[in-house]
Every structure is written in C-alpha cells, then in structure tokens.
C-alpha cells in the first residue's frame, strides 16, 4: 500500500483495518459525518473538504477507499475507480460508519455522509445499505449506481448537480431520483446548478470550478447537514 500522508485513523473494515482523514470541530464535539471521495483519491481536496466541515461543527471522516492511492490523471483515475472492488468499498464505508458512531466525539447516533462524484455515488448506495444509521446523505456530481435497491434507504437526501455535467446527465439524476421516491415515499431534495462536473472542487482538473455556485451550493449542505443532524 503506497502511504498517503494525508490519513491520520485507523478504523476495523470487515476482516481488514482501514484508513482515512479525520478532523474535529473547534468545540471537540459534534455529529458525525463521513466525506467520501472523489476518483482522484483521498486527495488535498477532499482533506480540505474535511478541514472545512469540521470547522462548521461536524466530526468528519474521509475513508481513504484506495488505500492510500491518489492521481491526477483522469485515465488513471478512472482505472482505480473501475478496480475498487464494490463489496470493499462498502466494507469500508460501513467501518466508517461504525467508527463514526462509537467515537467519543460524536453526538449524534445517526450519522451524515457527503460524496463527490465517484463519492456521490456511493453517498446513496451507503445510505440504502445502512438504514436509520444514516440519517443525511447528500451527493455532489454523483456518478449513478445501476440496479440499487432503494428500499432499505431512510436518510433525508439533497442532491447538488451541474447542469451542463457531460459525466452525469440531468435525465438521468431525476429519474434515478424518481427510483428513490418510488422505493421510499419522499422526495429527496434536488438542486441543479449552471454549471459543470465537479464545479465545488476549487483544485479542478476538468476546469469547471465556479466559486459563486460552489458557495451556494456549500450552503445549502451545510444548512441541510446541520438541519437533520443537529
């Protein structure tokens, strides 16, 4: 496993020992909430992310789900997210989840997760596979997930989308979405921006970062993490 100097925790995922970032608010307490990555890698960016919730009150962890991995190759990239074995992925976000909720700093036993792009994805899928342990889940840019079963999905959803995503559709986030109501009851909550892939990432490769969406964007999440959480 290639070191990244960015995981600082070390959490029991299945029948192996995981890692990731973990940052704590400036009280020292707060809910919890998990970071899920894009397919870069536990990236700055996504450090960076983690500095930032936690500096609005949250207790927030990035599993680092490629072991330490990062690229800036957009091939590459795309390689690591095509070899992440899904069943260890969602071993490893379950471990968060466990992690998160047994940690003396969290305060909430419900907790919330936010993912972009590949991590938007999985946002949903973690959702649907832990039930009432997450009670907010909001993707960003998510690449969507065929054949989930939404069933078992009881977390409050906001969803954060480019309109002009040549990754991701605008037809197919609300009929994915559309699935969501279907299998539970409720609406999740659905924004579209003016905007492209990725665009709340201030490190963008792709060159589609927009501050003044970014900032709206990051506002409504927050609000809505802290809505639900506490």
Request: charged share 20%; aromatic share 10%; proline share 5%.
């Amino acid at each position: 496993m290639t070191e990244n100097p960015r995981q600082n925790v070390s959490f029991a995922s299945n029948a192996h020992e995981a890692h990731g970032y973990l940052a704590l608010p400036p009280s020292g307490r707060g809910p919890g909430l998990i970071v899920i990555q894009e397919w870069w890698g536990l990236t700055s960016h996504i450090a960076d992310l983690v500095d930032r919730f936690a500096r609005e009150g949250f207790v927030a962890l990035a599993p680092d789900l490629y072991g330490g991995r990062t690229t800036h190759d957009a091939e590459e990239a795309g390689r690591l997210m095509q070899e992440l074995p899904a069943e260890r992925a969602a071993a490893d976000l379950a471990g968060a989840v466990d992690f998160l909720v047994s940690h003396e700093a969290v305060t909430t036993e419900k907790v919330g997760a936010v993912g972009f792009c590949m991590g938007g994805g999985f946002v949903l899928s973690l959702a649907a596979q832990e039930g009432e342990r997450v009670g907010a889940a909001v993707p960003f840019y998510g690449v969507l997930q065929a054949e989930t079963d939404w069933s078992g999905l009881r977390a409050r959803v906001q969803g954060h989308y480019g309109e002009q995503d040549a990754f991701v559709p605008a037809d197919a986030v609300r009929a994915q979405f559309d699935a969501i109501e279907a299998a539970t009851g409720t609406r999740p909550e659905l924004h579209f921006y003016p905007a492209g892939h990725a665009f709340l990432n201030d490190e963008n490769l792709l060159g589609t970062y927009d501050p003044d969406q970014a900032g709206i964007a990051w506002g409504r999440a927050v609000g809505f993490l802290h809505s639900v959480l506490g």
